[in-house]
């Protein structure tokens, strides 16, 4: 029994072919097919269900996935754990939500590059929900998003905190006093649909305090929101510190709300089933870039030594959680 006739049977059960198993093993369909007849015929028993048109498993097959899975998940461990980090030599599907990548994106491609110089990052940014499920199909490796998600196939580990506030353009609301939830409904509200992590935590909090807003626009555009809030089209909720500038120069307003606004919770969120060393190290050096109060920062980070990547992938892997 090989690791290729593994891989073979984990990726066709996984994708759900063997057109798309050889695609991401890079292999013919033919030579994926050579794989698990070989299995099959090494224990004598069917792993799928050739009278289907999809590629399904047995009950065999089930338990030979099951095996695959874990020896696979082994074997991976063990070559990260005997790398040193500086030859690791892979790709890295970071997804990442619009709000992080206007602020302290580059400061953790930075931090990445220089622990990991022969690991290819690919961001990509998207909505929450939709960096989840690109997540769960195996289409990204990790997400750095609100945490919105209580979902049993997903690990989740706290990355940093987002402050929001109520804002308006000045003189749009009467701010001699704070206002209650329910005022709020005198306004055109602009607000970030169920698709983003910060919209669903917003969201599930006002229905804990009783309250259901009225609402006018829908938006997952941070820009469109700001530049609509900005032109007086309403009121929304955006993180106050990035937007100081704005704030200072009269082109926004914050406005006193009771009760206050919760503060947005970031995590690092990757599959259950795909742990992994370098992973580990990146939420960690993700827990040291994360910054929500500048956007677009270009600061230059100092040099750091190869050695304290080591070291935050060893902290790393003994704070995560399980989501319930």
């Given at each position: 029994?090989?690791?290729?006739?593994?891989?073979?049977?984990?990726?066709?059960?996984?994708?759900?072919?063997?057109?798309?198993?050889?695609t991401k093993l890079h292999a013919t369909q033919?030579?994926?097919?050579?794989?698990?007849?070989?299995?099959?015929?090494?224990?004598?028993?069917?792993?799928?269900?050739?009278?289907?048109?999809?590629?399904?498993?047995?009950?065999?097959?089930?338990?030979?996935?099951?095996?695959?899975?874990?020896?696979?998940?082994?074997?991976?461990?063990?070559?990260?754990?005997?790398?040193?980090p500086e030859v690791i030599e892979r790709r890295?599907?970071?997804?990442?939500?619009?709000?992080?990548?206007?602020?302290?994106?580059?400061?953790?491609?930075?931090?990445?590059?220089?622990?990991?110089?022969?690991?290819?990052?690919?961001?990509?940014?998207?909505?929450?929900?939709?960096?989840?499920?690109?997540?769960?199909?195996?289409?990204?490796?990790?997400?750095?998003?609100?945490?919105?998600?209580?979902?049993?196939?997903?690990?989740?580990?706290?990355?940093?905190?987002?402050?929001?506030?109520?804002?308006?353009?000045?003189?749009?609301?009467?701010?001699?006093?704070?206002?209650?939830?329910?005022?709020?409904?005198?306004?055109?509200?602009?607000?970030?649909?169920?698709?983003?992590?910060?919209?669903?935590?917003?969201?599930?909090?006002?229905?804990?305090?009783?309250?259901?807003?009225?609402?006018?626009?829908?938006s997952n555009n941070m820009l469109a929101l700001?530049?609509?809030?900005?032109?007086?089209?309403?009121?929304?909720?955006?993180?106050?510190?990035?937007?100081?500038?704005?704030?200072?120069?009269?082109?926004?307003?914050?406005?006193?709300?009771?009760?206050?606004?919760?503060?947005?919770?970031?995590?690092?969120?990757?599959?259950?089933?795909?742990?992994?060393?370098?992973?580990?190290?990146?939420?960690?050096?993700?827990?040291?870039?994360?910054?929500?109060?500048?956007?677009?920062?270009?600061?230059?980070?100092?040099?750091?030594?190869?050695?304290?990547?080591?070291?935050?992938?060893?902290?790393?892997?003994?704070?995560?959680?399980?989501?319930?």
């Open positions: 029994m090989t690791f290729k006739q593994l891989e073979a049977i984990f990726w066709v059960a996984r994708l759900g072919g063997f057109a798309q198993a050889a033919s030579a994926i097919s050579k794989r698990v007849q070989e299995l099959e015929s090494l224990f004598d028993t069917p792993l799928f269900d050739r009278t289907l048109r999809t590629a399904r498993l047995t009950d065999k097959g089930e338990e030979m996935l099951a095996v695959a899975q874990r020896l696979l998940g082994e074997r991976d461990a063990a070559v990260e754990q005997f790398l040193r890295l599907r970071l997804g990442v939500t619009e709000l992080t990548a206007m602020t302290w994106l580059p400061r953790l491609v930075q931090r990445i590059e220089a622990f990991y110089p022969r690991v290819v990052i690919e961001p990509d940014v998207d909505t929450s929900v939709t960096l989840r499920d690109k997540l769960l199909a195996d289409e990204l490796d990790i997400a750095i998003v609100p945490d919105a998600f209580d979902d049993p196939r997903c690990e989740a580990r706290r990355v940093g905190e987002l402050e929001m506030a109520w804002m308006c353009k000045p003189g749009m609301v009467d701010a001699s006093r704070p206002l209650r939830m329910h005022e709020l409904a005198r306004y055109r509200l602009l607000t970030q649909s169920s698709k983003s992590g910060v919209g669903i935590m917003v969201d599930r909090w006002l229905g804990a305090q009783g309250t259901k807003l009225p609402v006018a626009l829908v700001i530049s609509m809030t900005v032109s007086g089209l309403g009121v929304t909720y955006l993180p106050w510190r990035c937007l100081q500038p704005m704030l200072d120069s009269g082109m926004l307003a914050t406005i006193k709300v009771t009760p206050a606004l919760p503060v947005t919770r970031y995590v690092a969120l990757y599959r259950s089933d795909q742990r992994s060393t370098l992973i580990a190290s990146v939420t960690m050096l993700a827990q040291e870039s994360c910054d929500f109060t500048r956007m677009f920062q270009t600061d230059v980070l100092p040099p750091v030594m190869s050695g304290a990547a080591s070291g935050a992938s060893k902290r790393g892997r003994g704070v995560s959680r399980r989501r319930a």
